[in-house]
């Protein structure tokens, strides 16, 4: 990076902030960029023609923030399924007959409407424009009823910060959600209902026909909860393994596969079925890991430290999970050095990326160019594992 021509702006910061319906299912993403000079066609065009935007998405809709109707068009090398891109245009545009033009051709291009904003009651709105997205973050904005009652939806909450917040959003009428909610413990957390049934069933499938250890693995990487039960079992006094347990292959050779399927049989029983809701934390968790991997693959990290560095981020989420303190989560666990200096200090270079990885949760602590130059990691290089990272947690929210 140090050769980097100065006049050229460096690559924008690209965020993506999960939007999560009634059920905690994601539905989608919603793309932020920093900074942003102009109508962000260009950079959006990139995203989906170079960097894999469409793969990471899957069947998620994407919502791109759309300053000027009038000036925006993406060029894309292969077409987009009707209404999978939905802008965000501020709502004084979709108010404004002047851009109607403008909102008509989007509309026939394919994309939906979303009016950034509340607009005045006696306001006409564009036809198109029939989902509403609001600030929440100081409750909902008076005046929102009239127009959530207007307008079909769905609308979406953004910035809701705690589950209290959720509910209240929810019995207004919004059916989209976003913000940190999902990252604050709830009253009632347990280990039990942190875990999907359907996973389980899936496990107890794979382990019947005795499927290969990576297939195993494939499954366990994708719930936090599964995994650390896992890794607490094989590090019990009851088994008295000494060494290390440095990835899932080894804990589920460990644990020997008798004994695996009678665990989760036990586990199956334990679980409360019915609950209507996706865990949100997930594929919040799923994120975290798949992206910590990659920043290590880019750093030079071998296959065990990749394989560390995933543990940690499916880990750092445990004690919201688990309503219950990291340090007595990691305690019974026998982790590495490096994962309980990641998890309890940010220290060493897993603890590093975590600290990155937490920064780059858009509405947390904002990352900054100078904190990927730190970490000898550039934008485009951590745009495209951000990508890939969420490629792979979209995954996993719809097959919770």
Known sequence: MAGQDKSIPPFPLVFLQPVADVHCLWTALSLHISPCDDDGSALFSRLFNEFGLSQALGQLSCILPVPDPARFSLELDEPLRRGQVMLRIP????????????????????????????????????????????????GIPLGAAHWMHRLRGPHLAENVATPLQFDQCRAEGFR?????????????????????????????????????????????????????????????AAFGFSAHITNFTQAINLLGRRQ??????????????????????????????????ALCQHQGGDRDEQDRAFIVGMFSLLDVLLAMPVSMIVAPLKLPPDILDALLQRRGRLGKLLDLVERAEYGSVPLRHSDLEESGIDAATYCRSLLQAYRWASKVSHEA
């Open 91 to 138: 709502v004084e545009h979709c108010t404004d007959s002047l851009q109607h033009p403008a909102l008509d051709r989007l509309h026939k291009q394919g994309y939906g409407i979303i009016a950034d904003g509340l607009a005045p009651r006696q306001a006409i709105m564009h036809a198109h424009a029939e989902s509403l997205l609001l600030d929440c973050s100081d």
């Open 260 to 293: 695996l399927q009678r665990w989760l049989q036990l586990l199956l029983y334990a679980r409360f079925p019915g609950d209507e809701s996706a865990n949100p934390l997930l594929p919040r968790a799923a994120a975290r890991a798949g992206l910590l991997e």
């Open 176 to 236: 989209w959600f976003s913000g940190e909610y999902p990252l604050h413990p709830s009253s009632n957390a347990s280990q039990k209902d942190a875990i999907s049934r359907a996973r389980l069933l899936k496990l107890l499938e794979l382990v019947a026909r005795d499927a290969d250890a990576p297939e195993l693995e494939a499954l366990l990487k994708q719930d936090p909860a599964l995994s650390y039960q896992l890794f607490k079992l094989v590090s019990s």
